[in-house]
């Protein structure tokens, strides 16, 4: 779900390197794109160290700005503080919409506060184990594990045993795969914009949603967008596909089927 007028954005993206593999920047600038225009594009590392040997095809291919930062204590991110000043000197040129910090860092807490505080989009990009506060100091968060190109655990092979499974309908897999915190979220927020009919817009439930949540991504519980996904709760939901001013293009409206 993009951001309101997500398209005029004009975004700085600072990437954390020590909290972001190689292999992942490919799928997380194609997020960004979607996202808005990212104008400024800066990595930060101790590029001297052997570690970030594998940075210099992707940073090339990207026209990301890789930013020397010396380690100058053993076991402390002094990446971290570069990224906050250079962070505070973007917001003052007066240039920018909006910030895209790359990390799975509490340390990031504050300053994504100070920039939205100042009228700036954040978006935060990083893995699940990112802590809560720097998750919540967003207007949207998002799981790098989802993204394209994002290496994935293997899972385990099935064993013999496991062939004999109960056959579930699919909205009984659906309402098993969305935990039940996630399902109420959904219902309140249709609740908070229903109309008298009890029927709430699509577009309006998915932005409400991430305002509430900024982690919130369809893509968390396998489904490709929000449509989709609601779909799937037809024990709970109803769905209402109306046609639009402009051919081929249809409004999804959404309610719950107690009304």
């Not at 249809?250 to 309610?255: A, D, P, S």
């Amino acid at each position: 779900m993009p951001l309101s007028n997500s398209k005029d954005l004009k975004l700085a993206v600072l990437i954390d390197a020590d909290n972001v593999p190689y292999s992942n920047v490919k799928g997380m600038m194609e997020e960004i794109a979607k996202l808005g225009t990212p104008t400024t594009k800066r990595i930060y590392a101790d590029w001297t160290k052997p570690n970030a040997n594998g940075w210099k095809g992707v940073l090339l291919e990207h026209a990301i700005t890789p930013i020397q930062q010396y380690s100058y204590t053993v076991g402390k991110n002094s990446s971290d503080s570069a990224l906050i000043i250079d962070a505070m000197d973007l917001l003052y040129s007066g240039k920018l919409d909006g910030f895209c910090i790359v990390s799975s860092d509490s340390d990031f807490t504050r300053l994504a506060v100070r920039l939205r505080e100042s009228g700036m989009k954040v978006i935060g990009i990083g893995e699940k184990k990112t802590p809560n506060s720097f998750i919540v100091a967003c207007d949207r968060f998002i799981y790098i594990e989802v993204l394209d190109g994002a290496t994935q655990k293997k899972k385990p092979k099935a064993v013999a045993a496991d062939t004999k499974k109960t056959v579930e309908k699919p909205a009984e897999k659906a309402l098993h795969k969305i935990d039940k915190q996630t399902i109420e979220l959904i219902e309140a927020t249709i609740e908070d914009i229903e109309d008298d009919d009890g029927w709430a817009f699509l577009g309006d439930v998915g932005n409400l949603i991430v305002k509430k949540k900024p982690e919130f991504d369809p893509r968390n519980y396998g489904y490709s967008k929000l449509t989709p996904m609601l779909k799937s709760l037809t024990d709970i939901l109803e769905i209402d596909e109306r046609e639009s001013d402009k051919k081929g293009i249809k409004h999804v409206y959404v309610r719950l089927r107690f009304n």
